[in-house]
């Protein structure tokens, strides 16, 4: 019988926006009990605007704010299933010292502001360890605990300059370009799910707590290791290549019929170099003196892209794919995220899961990059309210009473609608 | 109280991972405290070895920087897992092991017997980790991946590089890292249910999927109504190379005034053209050569530190060689000096966390079959005699 893997698990999340929200999406899929805490005045900032601009950069199902678009926020719902919401003002000694009641019956503390916010709050790792000291204390920042750099801001887009991944992303011409994305922001939640890991075997272990310092900025810097330990020994500096590798040939992306529509081809051997050219229907290519071999393919690239290019233009790209890979040619269709929706690969794999939200609808969930044969992952449960479990985190699990709810409602402490709103 | 040798020191792992994904799961491990057994095919090794790029001046299997910094703190033995003999041996190593980490097309470990289901049996606390490019089942679970692959079919790509150019990989082998990553994640997820229960699973890691749930971004767009495309460059150059300002996005009021007072152009704070984040984002192609006018001329870090001091969050492209003079690396002691008896001694990346109570352990990549005697002689008992003879017939 599979069964959760984190069942038991209670986590005190105080991430916001991408890197801590995605660490704990996840362990909420293997069954932790994930606590996010935000407030009234400061909600998690993926929440948009708690009044959005017309025609503004908020993304909300078929573009409609809504009565409650802090609810509705696709940024906020796709990173935020599988929790619950509390609100409650930390910067109120009252709130502080709800929250370190909280820290008391939990099992994880998992922040990711800037590295001295909660020092300031009094919520440093020296004042929840006292309240617990078997807490593990995941400590998610850009720079680090420590050094000259730990102040400083970033996005997911600063990461990936400031840690190299730029300087090796661009075309042929140099140029570092970055992914218009933030890249950098889940692979430091892939990896904090594993530091939260480690802090409950070491606890095991030791029957005590810890802190763990995940700097986000070394984290990506680890993604470009060869090029690392290659300058290190050389003192050479690695380029962007553009989509070249040094051993594949063809290799790149390849425009097919319809707009915007590539195939990626990655030819890493004589045995798929001739897949290829029987797959496009010229076999006589194989032996063609200019492509035959490794060396003789890499000095005519150009040559050999301008006749790929000439029959991947009649193709469609899925097809083209399988084609493709029914010769054992490594091809892949450069898909689009509405693409990886309905690809046939991933549903057949019961990747995503269709969440029915009450302020949202319907949509396609991300879940996990892993299947563990006996601990499945639960379904998704449907990004929170804000402050939806008030009731239960303050009401069942501290024990406080109905009036004493309604005073910390009375005075901002708690609530369900961000400041700033519109009056309901 | 003294730090323990790592919270994995009672783990033994068999590697028989090869490339990037699957070695830089188990460097993890091994940075963790774990012992990593890297078996390698007799003779070439592990494919990274000949991928480079290679640090002397001719490629040496011991030389390629790739399997260096993959390889990191693991022992290597070769075998050949191909003949019943190595499988023989390799049914001998698996007892004292706790974790098995593989990255063949599914099916290949089972033609062996070395499958899931085979050791399953014999092995109840196993926890046995496969990393292929799209995991154990699905209609493309038999066809072959690579960097770019996964980069493409996990819709990655599409939105990177310029409108009118062709989609961008990101650089080197970002998303086999990243398919590592998942799988450690994933295999301290199993480790912590067999820690609670005894028993162990096999856990099977997607880089597709790794890429898809990487590109979230792109399935929320797509279905909130927005079609992200390709977009022009956000970078601004510096005197030594590029800056980006950080202006658009989580910045105060005031940083705007205050950035164009030190660009020595005032008057540009109330142009309404540029006065919110929002406008800013609107006019980028209008701001970037005003910006350009006064960082051309200044060095990248230097623009860095002045502009983060205004408090907006800008930053700098780093080359590699920029890391390892970065103040930030440096005062963290990020990168750590290990000597290797083939490359010699250099500046490696170090821990990816760091624990109170835990040091993150770091030493050198194996020379190839550098552990055999210690592991076949020592550990299973072989005679210096029947060594000799694995070796003679190619298995090891």
Redesign the interface.
């Known amino acids: 019988m599979a069964h959760l ?2 069942t038991g698990l209670r986590i005190l999340d105080m991430t916001q926006v991408a890197v801590g929200p ?1 660490a704990t999406l ?1 362990l909420g899929f ?1 069954g932790a009990e994930v606590i996010k805490v935000e407030s009234c005045a400061r909600m998690d900032l993926s929440r948009g605007s708690a009044r959005p601009r017309p025609g ?2 908020g ?5 409609e704010p809504g009565e409650r678009p802090w609810n509705r926020a ?2 906020y ?3 935020n299933g599988n929790k619950r919401s509390l609100t409650l003002d930390v910067t109120t000694a009252r709130g502080k010292e709800l929250c370190l009641r909280l820290v008391a019956l939990c099992d994880v503390l998992i922040e990711n502001y800037r590295a001295s916010v909660m020092e300031r709050l009094g919520l440093g790792y020296d004042v929840v360890s006292q309240v617990n000291p078997r807490l593990i204390y995941v400590k998610i920042s850009s ?2 605990a ?5 102040e ?4 997911g ?15 042929a011409d140099g ?9 950098p922001d ?2 430091v939640g ?2 904090a ?3 939260v ?6 606890r ?3 029957g ?1 707590g ?6 986000q ?3 990506t ?18 380029q ?4 070249r ?4 040939v063809p ?3 390849y ?1 097919c019929q319809g707009e ?1 529509m ?3 081809i ?1 030819v ?1 051997s004589d045995a ?1 170099w001739q897949g290829l050219c029987q797959a496009i229907g010229q076999p006589t290519l194989a032996h063609d003196p200019r492509f035959a071999t490794f060396l003789a393919r890499h000095q005519h690239q150009e040559a050999l892209d301008s006749i790929l290019t000439a029959w991947t233009q009649t193709q469609e790209h899925y097809q083209a794919m399988h084609l493709l ?1 029914a010769h ?14 309905v ?4 549903v ?2 019961g ?1 995503w899961d269709v969440v029915d939200h009450p302020e949202v609808g319907t ?2 969930q ?10 499945a992952r639960q379904a998704t449960q449907p990004a929170p309210a804000l402050g939806e479990h008030n009731q239960y985190v303050l009401g069942e699990l501290l024990g406080l009473s109905h009036a004493e709810m309604a005073a910390l409602e009375a005075q901002g402490i708690i609530g369900t609608r961000p400041v700033g709103a519109p009056p309901p | ?1 003294a730090d ?1 040798d790592g ?2 020191d009672d783990i033994r792992v068999l590697d028989l991972s090869q490339e990037v994904a699957g070695p ?1 799961c188990t460097k ?1 491990l091994a940075g ?1 405290g774990a012992e990593v057994i890297k078996v390698e095919p007799p003779g070439s090794g592990d494919v990274s070895r ?4 290679f ?1 002397g001046t001719v490629p040496d299997a011991e030389q ?3 399997f ?3 390889n990191t703190g693991k022992q290597s033995i070769t075998l050949d897992l191909h003949s019943p003999t190595g499988t023989a041996i390799v049914q001998r190593l698996l007892p004292a092991c706790d974790v098995l980490v593989e990255s063949d097309a599914p099916g290949t470990l089972e033609r062996l017997g070395l499958g ?1 289901a085979d050791l399953a049996r014999r092995y109840p606390g196993l926890i046995y980790v496969s990393i292929t490019p ?7 679970s038999h ?20 409108p009118d ?10 998303a086999l ?3 590592g ?13 067999r ?1 609670s229960t005894g ?1 162990g ?6 880089a ?3 890429i ?20 022009p ?3 601004v150059r510096a005197q030594d190379g ?3 300002p ?1 202006l658009e ?2 910045v105060r009021d005031d940083t705007w005034s205050r950035v164009c007072v030190m660009m020595g152009r005032p008057e540009l704070a109330t142009d309404p053209k540029f006065a919110t984040p ?1 406008a800013r984002r609107e006019h980028q192609a209008e701001l970037i050569p005003l910006l350009e006018a006064w960082t051309s001329t200044r060095p990248k870090e230097e623009l ?1 530190h002045a502009l ?1 001091q205004l ?14 003079t ?4 440096m ?2 002691n ?2 750590h000096e290990l000597t290797h008896p083939s ?2 001694t ?4 170090g ?8 040091a993150w352990q770091h030493a050198r990549a194996p020379l190839l079959g550098e552990h055999n005697a210690a592991i076949y002689g020592g550990r299973l008992g072989y005679t210096p005699e029947e060594l000799a003879q694995l070796r003679g017939i190619g298995v090891i």
Not at chain 2, 165 to 174: D, N
């Open positions: 893997a984190l995605y996840l293997m503004g950069e993304l909300y199902p078929g573009g696709g940024y719902v796709h990173r720079q680090g420590t050094g000259p750099e730990k400083y801001a970033s996005l887009s600063t990461l990936e300059q400031t840690a190299g991944l730029a300087s090796i992303t661009g075309y140029k570092p370009l970055m992914t218009n994305e933030t890249y889940p692979v892939l990896l799910v594993g530091a890991m480690a802090g409950l075997r070491q095991r272990k030791t005590k810890t802190c763990i310092d995940l700097a900025r070394e984290v810097a680890m993604l470009l290791g060869e090029a690392l330990v290659d300058y290190a020994y050389t003192g050479r500096v690695a962007p290549l553009g989509n590798h040094p051993l594949c290799q790149g992306v425009p915007d590539w195939l990626a990655a890493g798929e890979q054992g040619v490594p091809a892949g269709a450069v898909l689009t995220g509405g693409e990886t929706l690809d046939p690969h991933l057949a794999r990747f949509y396609r991300v879940t996990t990059p892993w299947h563990l044969s006996r601990s | 109280m323990s919270v994995l830089f993890l963790l000949r991928l480079g790029p640090v390629s920087a790739l260096l910094y993959l899931y799209f995991g154990q089942t699905g209609p493309y066809y072959k991946g690579s960097e770019l692959i996964v980069q493409a079919l996990g819709a990655l790509m599409h939105t990177i590089g310029l150019r062709e989609p961008l990989k990101v650089g080197g082998y970002a890292y990243t398919t990553i998942s799988a450690f994640a994933a295999l301290m997820l199993a480790l912590h249910v820690d028993y699973q096999h856990v099977d890691v997607s597709m999927e790794t898809t749930v990487a590109q979230i971004h792109a399935s929320i767009q797509h279905q909130f109504g927005r079609r992200p495309g390709r977009r460059s956000t970078l590029w800056i980006h950080g996005r989580g929002e860095y983060q408090h907006s969050v800008a930053g700098y492209v780093a080359t590699v060689a920029d890391l390892f970065s103040p930030q690396f005062a963290r990020f990168f490359a010699g250099a500046l490696y990346p821990a990816a966390f760091t624990m109170h109570g835990a």
